[in-house]
């Protein structure tokens, strides 16, 4: 399919505000990605009287039927073997086969990966696939993996987690030569685990595809020292869900404290320009759509939670990805750190002393 027709498979019926949200977001983006078209899956009566209500929805978007659908409480394995006619193994099929460049779901995000896993399988060198997305910093965005799909991960993992968040931060946020960093508890070269020291030495080797920065701690998560941040998914996922904490709780105490007292209240209203621009800065609708890189093929989760304007840029992400041939450039990158590893095992002087950052 070319690059300036993009068919999107979406799951109709997963999320938490679905199908209203899987339709209305379809909708935005069709105005903002002009030459996109989509095969909607799931509960024909349900979905066409949302797709007529959209004037020129339908000329873009064709009725998948799909008689089942993957529960939010549905674990991964009873989802891959029991749900195979729902609307979400439907459409991540229609991906896997190439009757759509890309799926986007807001289900159940265990039985996403494996489904996706299952019909799509990894691209040549990639052992696993790794969750990632966009966090807001003081410099702009970076890009974070992994968030959850890998709860423990072996150097090499680690290695290709990197690898595929540069390759991500190249395509979508427009970095020549994005720099990366492993998370761990010191910036020091003698700090971490075994899995993480073996990781940065894989990534210092002469030929790296990686720009790698070194070490990252967490208060440099927010401050974006490097523009990827790589992890185990255990740790991603614990850091993710407490920056999002943290950020509510701010937010809540901002708020409390401009309902103090009327002056408060009156010193509100002449920052609330200040306020709007914040609030934009940081919504989370902005950074919706999360990856499954790695797999031979493109998958987005969108959060469960989200609005229409949340998955619609969730579809934007996956537009982006197949538009600047995210896969491609994947493969090129896992194939020269595997160069690089493999020349690396078979000379004693580079396997001793690493090449230079």
Known sequence: MSADK?????????????????????????????????????????LKPLVDKRKGLAQVLEIVPAEDTVLAEDKPSFALRRRRKSSMWLAVDAAAQGN??????????GALLAISMFAMRTVEGAHRPALASFIPTARGESVML???????CDADNLAEFAVMGSVFAQVLLGLDKPTVGLLNVGSEEEK?????RQAAGRLRRAGSPVNFHGFVEGNDIGAGLVDVVVTDGFTGNVALKSIEGTAKLYTQFVRDAFRTSTFAKIGYLFASGAWVKLRKRVDPRRYNGGVFLGLNGVCVKS??????????????????????????KLVEGLARLREVTSTAEASPALQAGGGAE
């Not at 971490?192 to 993480?196: D, P």
Request: charged residues 20%; negative net charge.
């Open 6 to 46: 993009i068919v999107l498979a979406l799951d109709g019926m997963g999320g938490d505000q679905a199908p209203d949200v899987v339709v209305n977001g379809a909708d935005i983006a069709r105005e903002r990605y002009p030459g996109t078209s989509f095969l909607l899956f799931g509960d024909p009566a349900r």
């Open 100 to 109: 759509a460049d890309t799926v986007v779901s807001a289900g159940n995000t």
């Open 146 to 152: 992994d968030l959850g799909a890998n709860l423990e």
């Open 192 to 196: 971490g685990h075994e899995e993480l």
């Open 303 to 328: 959060h469960g939670g989200t609005d229409a304007l949340g998955f619609a840029y969730a579809i934007g992400v996956a537009v982006d990805l197949v538009r600047y041939e995210y896969k491609n």
